[in-house]
């Protein structure tokens, strides 16, 4: 059946939707992506450049066409010139030797008419004649894709009836809507077999089988692609790139097990992220969909693009990228929809957040402060105990809010949100650590009437799981009335970041996205250890 | 298999059946009725729960599993009324509740044991004075309006109608009215300053 499941995905598939599987296939088959493109007037015929594990150089051209072959007259059309730059054009990047000759692939998941066929092989022998393009054209078509995907199967494809259900559920949804979170981590988990307590497998099983997840996420997020739903890609990947990370860990795996997964996982975020912001820049409005009920929910898409593109920001920064007009465009956004936020409970702190460190590399001004010191005033004020109207915490996400809202015919969540808070704490210390003291001095009294929780996962690699389901130590704490404001000062400042992973440790925006997608990770000091990498603390 | 609805179903049970089993489960939970209800969404019963008090102290513990055993004979339910199948599962959720309350009560006289906060009578009879004392060693709050929130007092049945009356009676004492009084006065004075030492210092 999941061969048919492949089948049908790669035959619905557009280039942007097989892009991230096909990147993940490379990378299980010991190719290192050194560039993916958003489809941009950059790509100059180039989709993706990888080095293969012989170290030779290749750049490929992702094509898809109406029916089942690629006819000649679609060849000479829409193709031909753009495999022309494929092979022609040297390929710059930063990572690749200035000159190096590359091997040139059109990728296609369509088959290709003989005419086509013959008209390569002219174009081969002309180029053969020439030294810098001696390599010529290879194609893959939809049989040699087909077959790459069923090399990572092996028995290694989800077994349990659950995991195959998740796969299945979100390949039929139509990914306008969101990911299904809960059911993207079973699909992981169960490939993954994170939570096995069975025999140690053997490292080349566990590569295959991180292979095979990052396969299958792509292969699950495909639709969401195809509908060009760039948030909700951006949140799979997050989750998959959190997995990754909790694969390595839990089995002290070498680098060069999970590195390329990663790598693919990272880059196909960073596009997504630019395809995100192309799609904002062109708009006039954010409505979508059907408008006249959209404007309930248009302050909370505000608030989760604001935090993406904070984040790009952030990224473009934290990878020392030369500032062009992509920065003036996520500053123009951000400036322009700040006001429109929404706090709809503490799973909205993370693109709070992101907003705020952005904002303070780039404004200049108090607006960030303010903006972490009316965050922590509304929690204060909103969930003090008997609050009729609490902030629920960050396991609740926006969609199974709204849905409980009587409004909407929901049911209540039973469960009490009064008189507690998940983020308060790290809000109260990023004050702190702003020297802002008379704000924290006015906050105190009602910060101390809210008992502060947290979950700290053990093992630390089970941070990156959806749920910990398993042990850990759930944390509940009663400030003390009265503090010194220095003692409170040496927690602020205390940025080890204890309960984080190792490797994600090099990937602080990373973690920030990570916190996006799982608001449940954020705690105090998971806040202070970024602040240290992404903010600008008083000392 | 035969016909089944289980979405229909899972509906029922969220609408109705759940809210209506909490309710019956939570009436029998006596002075803990009033707890808010937390859903632990992690950790589960492996995980270890960590309380750090206003004074620093931290206490451990883990999660408790409450469970009732349930035997239904289908047959029986097959000929149950709607009426009559609501009341057996009211039977079960009031039986949860029961086991709740008796771990609970277990747990609170443990802490009181472990912190020494027990009253011994030493065999005198029970007097309004002796529970004005007992709230005297406690922390009362008020509320915006000055209001004190008591206690709630929970003791046997028996010794509860005996409890009220004495304190009924007692009302009728100035004396006793004058020394109630006077401990609110002290407990609202307590209360303040705890209030005004909620502050950032230095």
Redesign the interface.
Known sequence: MLERLVENWLDSANERSFQGPFCQMLASEGYTIVHITRHSEMEMGKDVIAVAPNGALCAYQLKTVDGPRITISQWRNNIQSQVLSLVTQQIVHPSVAKDKPHHSFLVTNRDIDEPVQRSIEDMNLKWRRTRPYRFGLKTIVRGQMLQMAARLQSGLWPTEPGSTNSLLHMFLANGRGSVPLPRLAALIEGTLALNTKSRPMPRRELKRRLASAALLCSVALSNYSLAGNHVREVEGLSMLISYILAHAERHRLDEDCWRNEFNVAADLLYDRLMTLLQELTKRSHLIEGEPWSDTMFLRARATMCVGYMSILGLWRTARKMERDSTDDQIRDFCEKYQTKLEYWGESATPFFLALFWYLEKNSGSIQSDLLVRDLLSTICTLNKPGSQMPLP?P?YGYEEIIEHQPVLGG?PI???F???SQSATALLHLLVRRNL?QS??AL??DY??IMHEE?I?TPKWRFHLW????????????????????D?RAEAFDEKGRMLPRLIRSHPVLLLLTLCVYP?RLTAEVVRWLDAKLGHAWR | MLPDFPDLKASLNERIIAPRMLAVEVSRMGPFAESPHMIIHEGGLNSINQVVHEDGSIDRSALARVEIKVKQDLRELENATPEAAAAMLDKVAGEMGDKMLKRNMEKLHAILEAADRGIDLRGKPLTADAVLDVWRGMLIRFDDKGVPQMPTMIAHPDTMKKLLQILEAAKGDDGFRRRYNQMIQDKKDEWHVREASRKLVG
């Open positions: 915490t396991y049911l039973r469960d009490s009064a008189g507690r003291k924290a001095k105190w009294p101390t009437r979950h996962p749920r910990d389901k398993d042990g850990g130590i759930n944390r509940m704490v009663h400030p003390p009335l009265t503090k010194q404001w220095n409170l449940h």
